[in-house]
């Protein structure tokens, strides 16, 4: 038993203990400033301590029996202190203060098996959630059943359908997986949930950027065509509709280059100067619309469906596997030329599913990176188009003035950037 305690001191069972003892202060100092709570900052520290040393002499006994009766007496003691508070514990029913003294028992425990990295991670993470139990209150009262619907559709999407779904190839070309296709629909889906929830929160009458940006998280093209209408039916917004279509249709460029540096690394030498070029030549004639327009307060929230509905993930999904097989059998057959095709087309609806299948495509050798950034490129400028076509017929000729040079300056900048980088 001598040997065993020696080892750990070797192994820095000192340092071990320090590091229980900051995670006790960490928790306990946002403790102390609860009035209500009956562990404060040297009970917290206390614990942390004593989850480590029961960590050691469970090691030494070679009995695991010793930590759970520990955390047992643990328990027992933080129950008893509020049992016993009298009238000041009415005030606070003690739940989140034991659930708390527990975990901080755990995360000493988790510092003497060497997994202080994680224990401190989860400390901070449970002090941020002890510290801001207003805003988070404030948060949930916020959120709608819709809401609550679209976390948990996602919630089933990510965590229950994703790792049901078989990891290999069914098709000759080795381009329908399953599990890929569902990974790059939860992707998607998490990118708009993001934008969604983030655009639900924020409320109407805030930053005229803001909502822009989080339409275009959600749907660029869906953004474009609510606020084509409400340029129609108020001529006097137009300014600020055009505004939002602008950042909107300017934020896909950095949603692209993000899913391109998530699922295919190595296309981003090529890809990030295409989108760049576009991204300064857009941003050149959106940043004073924005500060002229900034100060409005008539600014409206457009109404966006649910982005992690079923119907909608399984329409993504079943769209983003036939552009992957077609581009795979073009590609084959046309070569880049019929994965140019598929991304005109595609492009009139949605660039995300193109891009994926281009990125896919690049990552299992079928085309290289600069075919699969003229591939993106090229959805962009055609979803442009679309736009184009939607604010002349849906928002009017004088909507379309307002834009057009603004939408086609990112295009023209990554026509520019293909013909220099692809």
């Known amino acids: ?63 695991a029996w010793i930590i759970a009766a520990s955390l ?46 994680l224990a401190v991670a989860v400390a901070i993470v449970a002090t941020v959630l002890l510290q801001f139990k207003t805003e988070l209150h404030g948060f949930s009262e916020r ?24 990891d290999k190839g069914f098709d000759p070309y080795r381009v329908l997986n399953p599990y890929h296709i569902w990974l790059m629909v939860v992707l998607v889906s998490g990118v708009s949930l993001t934008g969604y929830m983030a655009l639900r929160l924020i409320g109407t009458g805030r930053s005229l950027a803001l909502v ?16 084509a209408r409400q340029g129609r039916a108020h001529p006097a917004t137009i300014p600020i509709a055009g505004a939002v279509v602008e950042t909107a249709n300017l934020v896909v460029l950095a949603r692209l280059a993000v899913m391109g540096a998530v699922v295919a690394p190595s296309a981003l030498p090529v890809l990030l100067p295409v989108l760049a070029s576009g991204l300064v030549l857009g941003l050149a004639p959106l ?3 924005l500060r002229s327009v900034m100060a409005t307060s008539e600014l409206k929230v457009p109404e966006l469906d ?28 046309a070569g880049s030329h019929g ?34 950034a003229t ?16 604010l002349l017929f849906v928002g009017g000729r004088e909507l379309l003035r307002e834009c057009a040079v603004a939408l086609l300056a990112p295009a023209a900048g990554i026509v520019a950037g293909l013909l220099l980088f692809a």
């Open 212 to 227: 822009g940006a989080l339409g275009g998280l959600v749907s660029s093209t869906a953004t474009t065509l609510v606020y």
């Open 72 to 117: 047992a007496l643990v328990g027992l003691m933080i129950i008893a202190a509020y049992r016993h508070g009298g009238e000041r514990a009415e005030a606070d029913s003690g739940t989140t203060t034991v659930i708390a003294v527990l975990l901080c028992f755990g995360l000493g425990v988790m510092v003497w098996y060497d997994r202080s990295q």
């Open 1 to 63: 038993m001598d040997e065993i305690f020696l080892n750990s001191e070797a192994l820095g069972a000192p340092l071990k203990f320090l590091t229980s003892l900051a995670i006790g202060l960490l928790l306990g100092l946002q403790r102390e400033r609860t009035p209500s709570a009956k562990a404060g900052l040297r009970t917290f520290a206390l614990v942390a301590l004593f989850g480590t040393a029961s960590g050691l002499i469970a090691d030494a006994a070679e009995s």
């Open 143 to 166: 959120l709608s059943q819709q809401d609550l619907a679209s976390i948990l559709q996602f919630a089933v999407l990510t965590f229950i359908v994703l790792p049901l779904l078989p």
């Open 375 to 390: 591939a993106v490129g090229i959805a962009f400028v055609s979803n442009v188009a679309v736009k184009l076509g939607v």
């Open 306 to 333: 649910n982005p992690t509905n079923l119907r909608v993930a399984l329409g993504f999904g079943a769209l983003y596997a036939l552009i992957l097989f077609g581009a795979a059998w073009l590609s084959e057959r």
């Open 287 to 289: 940043v004073p619309r």
């Open 339 to 372: 994965l140019y095709a598929i991304a005109v087309a595609s492009g009139f609806a949605d660039v995300d599913a193109i891009t994926l299948s281009s990125l896919n495509l690049l990552n299992s050798g079928t085309v290289s990176a600069a075919v699969a």
